[in-house]
T-cell receptor
Framework: DTGVSQDPRHKITKRGQNVTFRCDPISEHNRLYWYRQTLGQGPEFLTY????????KSRLLSDRFSAERPKGSFSTLEIQRTEQGDSAMYLC????????????FGQGTRLTVV | AQKITQTQPGMFVQEKEAVTLDCTYD???????LFWYKQPSSGEMIFLIYQGSYDQQNATEGRYSLNFQKARKSANLVISASQLGDSAMYFC?????????????FGKGTSLLVTP
């Protein structure tokens, strides 16, 4: 399988716990994106990497959210001190460089905070 | 600021019929790109079709075509010969420029149900 893969697919956590999600992009893609999707809404952009550089992080929802892409390959999204409002689908996407190139999405990680 | 509007929360279509899913947009940028994605119940967003603002012709990809009316700021997706497997959420999105690169700005989506 050469698509974008995300792990885990589902995560249930207690309020206040930290969670970390992993994304493995398509290997030749240097751009990587994280989105959040809540029920009944379209995906909402969170952050973006080109290679290992995080070029946009102002849309991360709070300082409890952070993302890394240490070697320009896989990425992790961490949420600290989770709240019930963090329950959502977290989607990762990757693309090659170019204005008209489409982004390829993974199947997402569904987070439930109880 | 950009805005993507999908006014149809849900649509029904009979198998083998054509269906049009509406998308209107607003942007002050003269150069922009519009995308349509399909999201089945499995969760993955599947790219369907792209239309650039300067493209001379409406985009087509197999059974998918885009009815692009620039003056009306609409980019409706037309699915011909619907199949049961087309049942899914459909999202219209616009390319949103970032300081370096771009992200996608999505509408709320339209749920399509194809009936036998």
């Amino acid at each position: 399988d050469t698509g974008v893969s995300q792990d885990p697919r589902h995560k249930i956590t207690k309020r206040g716990q930290n969670v970390t999600f992993r994304c493995d992009p398509i290997s030749e893609h240097n751009r990587l994106y994280w989105y959040r999707q809540t029920l009944g809404q379209g995906p909402e952009f969170l952050t973006y990497f080109q290679n290992e550089a995080q070029l946009e992080k102002s849309r991360l929802l709070s300082d409890r959210f952070s993302a890394e892409r240490p070697k320009g390959s896989f990425s992790t999204l961490e949420i600290q001190r989770t709240e019930q409002g963090d329950s959502a689908m977290y989607l990762c996407a990757s693309s090659s460089t170019g204005l008209n190139t489409e982004a390829f999405f993974g199947q997402g990680t569904r987070l439930t905070v109880v | 600021a950009q805005k993507i509007t999908q006014t149809q929360p849900g649509m029904f279509v009979q198998e083998k019929e054509a269906v049009t899913l509406d998308c209107t947009y607003d942007t002050s940028d003269p150069s922009y790109g519009l995308f349509w994605y399909k999201q089945p119940s499995s969760g993955e967003m599947i790219f369907l079709i792209y239309q650039g603002s300067y493209d001379q012709q409406n985009a087509t990809e197999g059974r998918y075509s885009l009815n692009f009316q620039k003056a009306r700021k609409s980019a409706n997706l037309v699915i011909s010969a619907s199949q049961l497997g087309d049942s899914a959420m459909y999202f219209c999105a616009m390319r949103e420029p970032l300081r370096s690169g771009y992200a996608l700005n999505f509408g709320k989506g339209t749920s399509l149900l194809v009936t036998p």
